[in-house]
């Protein structure tokens, strides 16, 4: 591996994409120290946690982090952005323009589509700007957070958060296209690890007993040699092509397989689903005015409750199924495969080819759901059981994240190395 990176650092052109990965990480985390006007940090770090950490707000303050619970400019991470994503894409399924904009357009539909996304992230930005605002100018235990109070402070913090959830996206995407690996995967994944000393410490400042730190270890490096394998795992359909005769020349006959992959939409339907059900329990703690001892909140909206655990997995299984038919098209795969000549031993070309490949994907789309369902939840139950695990900031969600990210970013490097004849970390 050691060989590997520095055959990559001998290549210019891979070396300045590194170089470009790691600078744009440095401005992230220095983005994570610098607080927005008017606010206390100290005081709202001591808020966090005192009453929010144990909430659902101790997942995104990871996610972030550990900016969120500082009122950095870039409190808001990513988050404004892949909410933004969610709804551009489900609103493409939705509404045939969109739709018909991103198939039938190509390039230039797909650069509008992310015009799109650009400006609904900047909305979602001044949303949850308020939002935050609300919470910290009147926290639950009277505690003074903000230094000044007033229109102009407000505005000045609200468009602070604002600017910064805009600035982690243009990062992202400058990643994507001068960097190493997808931008916006890359800084959530350095926002996780960023989190990773103070799960350590927590491991190790007496919370728990020396064989429960043991224990925790073990299960997390068991979780991820899990993810990786799942990961990795693929359901491989035969292909074989019919001789074609062209002149004197023979062509096709071989045989292939069609590899669907058992984890085919990655860690985005973990990520979509945590965004999508932490909206109601997050607009609860940034409106003071809702109740958080009434039932709808704590049998509902709070991550110990068996419904909120049901919604959870529930998503995961939608956005499972939402990614694998927008991948997936076995229509489309089929008419490919009878325009090319082949064909799937014992099935006829047409809808016999799309019907088996429809049933295999459902098949894998059921494990794979179910897989990300409880790596997921797996902290949840155990944080229901023993609140002590609440201060654990790597959970589930969080390791498929990293993982993934890891893998995804090393293939990446994998590919730029092979293009110029290097043996590759696979290997």
Request: charged share 10%; net charge positive.
């Amino acid at each position: 591996m050691f060989k590997t990176l520095r055959s990559a650092w001998a290549i210019p052109e891979l070396r300045k994409k590194l170089m470009f990965t790691v600078f744009a990480l440095l401005l992230f985390r220095i983005g994570h120290v610098i607080p927005v006007p008017f606010v206390d940090a100290g005081a709202m770090g001591a808020y966090f946690d005192s009453a929010l950490n144990s909430t659902v707000l101790g997942l995104y303050n990871a996610m972030s982090g550990s900016a969120f619970s500082q009122a950095s400019v870039l409190a808001l991470g990513i988050q404004p952005y892949i909410n933004a994503s969610i709804i551009v894409q489900l609103l493409t399924v939705a509404i045939p323009p969109l739709e018909r904009m991103a198939k039938e357009q190509g390039e230039i539909g797909k650069k509008k589509i992310e015009r799109i996304t650009r400006y609904t992230t900047v909305a979602l930005g001044l949303l949850l700007g308020f939002a935050y605002y609300t919470m910290i100018a009147n926290p639950a235990d009277g505690s003074q957070i903000l230094t000044e109070t007033g229109f102009w402070p407000g505005l000045v913090i609200v468009l602070a958060f604002t600017a910064g959830s805009s600035a982690v996206m243009w990062l992202g995407e400058q990643i994507t296209a001068h960097g190493i690996g997808n931008g916006i995967s890359v800084l959530l994944f350095a926002g996780i690890v960023a989190s990773l000393p103070s799960m350590f410490s927590s491991l190790t400042s007496g919370l728990f007993d020396w064989w429960v730190a043991v224990i925790i270890g073990v299960v997390l490096l068991l979780l991820i040699v899990f993810i990786v394998f799942v990961n990795d795992a693929e359901r491989r359909i035969p292909i074989q092509y019919a001789k074609r005769v062209v002149g004197r020349k023979v062509y096709g006959g071989q045989s292939t397989n069609l590899p669907i992959k058992v984890s085919m939409s990655g860690v985005l339907p973990v990520i979509f689903a945590s965004s999508i059900i932490n909206v109601p329990a997050t607009l609860y703690q940034f409106i003071p005015s809702w109740n958080k001892n009434g039932f709808l909140y704590k049998n509902v909206f709070s991550s110990d409750s068996v419904i909120y655990l049901v919604l959870y997995g529930l998503l995961i299984f939608f956005f499972s199924w939402f990614y694998s038919t927008i991948q997936y098209d076995p229509t489309e795969i089929s008419n490919n495969l009878k325009k090319n000549g082949g064909f799937i031993p014992g099935f006829r070309p047409g809808k016999p080819t799309s019907d088996f490949i429809k049933k295999v994907i459902n098949k894998i789309l059921v494990f794979g759901a179910i897989y990300l369902a409880i790596v997921a939840m797996i902290p949840m139950v155990a944080s229901a059981a023993n609140h002590n695990f609440q201060y654990l900031a790597i959970g589930g969600t969080s390791i498929i994240i990293v993982v993934g990210v890891a893998l995804e970013t090393v293939k990446a490097l994998e590919a730029q190395l092979l293009m110029r004849h290097y043996k590759g970390f696979l290997d």
